[in-house]
């Protein structure tokens, strides 16, 4: 086990404010860099890379967030 909750966490706690504003910020930007990964021009292999480490960087921040 990673902690004493487990590594896989079968509840959830209710978010603070603050918190919840910060995950709002994080995919509301988000979705502003999808649009313009989308939209660009060249290699698709590239946009789809970014795009994949883009909704890593998500899944991340809002793990930084929310543990």
């Keep these: ?10 509840e959830y706690r209710n978010l ?6 910060a995950v709002e910020a994080i995919k ?9 990964f989308e939209n660009m021009p060249g290699d698709p292999r590239c946009k789809a890379l ?4 883009l909704e890593e960087t998500v899944m991340w ?3 930084g967030v929310t543990e």
């Design 1 to 10: 086990m990673s902690d004493e909750r487990g590594r896989f966490r079968k």
């Design 16 to 21: 603070a404010a603050n918190e919840i504003q």
């Design 28 to 36: 509301n930007t988000a979705e502003i860099m999808e649009a313009i």
């Design 50 to 53: 970014a795009i994949t480490k």
């Design 61 to 63: 921040a809002v793990k």
